[in-house]
Nanobody, 121 residues
């Protein structure tokens, strides 16, 4: 079975930084795409950043120039570096990835359980 586990959330003051990690475990052949979403209380889950297998990355306008998504293929882990955090960035951050478990298997989408990020003003 494949699992995604987020870590790195916490409480930070506005202007501070956090780095979230999303570690994939289990039988993994490749991580094709990955993304971060967030959900604030009472709001819908929103896309924050993503990468594709070719290396291209994309960001929501609200986080562009402040957040950076990256990956470490050797560790089956990807990250979200968050700088200049604002109270509006608060919420539960979820990672998701399309993973192939073997060379012959189809890609499947997995989600992590979420990690809380709270930015105080």
């Amino acid at each position: 079975q494949v699992q995604l586990v987020e870590s790195g959330g916490g409480l930070v003051q506005a202007g501070g930084s956090l780095r979230l990690s999303c570690a994939a475990s289990g039988s993994i052949f490749s991580i094709n795409t990955g993304a971060w979403y967030r959900q604030a209380p009472g709001q819908q889950r929103e896309w924050v950043a993503s990468f594709v297998s070719g290396g291209a990355t994309n960001y929501a306008d609200s986080v562009k120039s402040r957040f950076a998504i990256s990956r470490d293929n050797a560790k089956d882990t990807f990250y979200l570096q968050m700088n200049d955090l604002k109270p509006g960035d608060s919420g539960v951050y979820y990672c998701t990835a399309e993973i192939r478990r073997s060379v012959s298997s189809r890609k499947q989408t997995y989600w992590g359980q979420g990690t809380q990020v709270t930015v105080s003003s």
